[in-house]
């Protein structure tokens, strides 16, 4: 079946360092959003991409869709403790016209301070 | 606050009941999907609502069924309860024009399901 896979499943990283998570798709999506759950919460919407190769920045955010729209990944720069928290990716499959979104496995950000 | 909200906010069932699960969309949204969170996993997609009209389904069992209301609200219905349909049932609403699926979702703060 479809799946979205992302790695590292886990990070900890030192604050004032970069994170990265990566996203890929067994097959092509017709856009991804990018999702931040923090413990308890419930996820909240980051951003979403599109187009083939279409990169977004919001602030220390970067975001990348590939070019054959089967993976994507989000860059945090310089890494605050408020980053804390759960990534997920989560890709749009379309199929005779029904539409789901399948969510990556996440990826958990611990930042020490 | 996305303006999503869930009712009840936790709810403890037995083995082989039924539970309704509701959820309110935010103002102007025409769109509901539904998805299971278990403990430490990503959200898995059930279904979603256009328009009062099931347009997109994930790998879930018949038991599992919905509904959408004029007022775009909705309710997730679970029969026969298992032991592992103990999760975090999470509601999200979007704005769909034309049917598409290309907008925001705003996730509510879901329903903590335990199955006994």
């Known amino acids: 079946g479809q799946q979205v896979m992302q790695i590292p499943q886990y990070q900890h990283v030192q604050e004032g360092e970069d994170f990265t998570t990566y996203c890929n798709s067994s097959?092509?999506?017709?856009?991804i959003q990018w999702y931040k759950q923090r413990p308890g919460g419930h996820p909240v919407f980051l951003i979403q991409l599109v187009k083939s190769g279409e990169v977004k920045k919001q602030k220390r955010l970067t975001f990348q869709f590939g070019e054959a729209k089967k993976n994507s990944s989000l860059h945090i720069t310089a890494t605050q403790t408020t980053d804390v928290g759960t990534y997920f990716c989560a890709g749009l499959t379309t199929t005779s016209g029904t539409y789901k979104y399948i969510f990556g496995t996440g990826t958990r950000l611990k930042v020490l301070a | 606050e996305t303006g999503v909200t869930q009712s009840p906010t936790h709810l403890i069932k037995t083995r082989g009941q039924q539970v309704t699960l509701r959820c309110s969309s935010q103002s102007g949204h025409n769109t509901v999907s539904w998805y299971q969170q278990a403990l430490g996993q990503g959200p898995q997609f059930i279904f979603q609502?256009?328009?009062?009209?099931?347009?997109g389904r994930g790998n879930f069992p018949p038991r599992f069924s919905g509904l959408q209301f004029p007022n775009y609200s909705s309710e997730l219905n679970v029969n026969a309860l298992e032991l592992d349909d103990s999760a975090l049932y999470l509601c999200?609403?979007?704005?769909?024009?034309?049917?598409?699926?290309?907008?925001?979702?705003?996730f509510g703060p879901g329903t903590r399901l335990t199955v006994l």
């Open positions: 999200a609403s979007s704005y769909t024009p034309l049917g598409f699926a290309t907008d925001t979702q705003y």
């Open positions: 097959t092509t999506l017709s856009n």
């Open positions: 609502y256009y328009r009062e009209e099931e347009n």
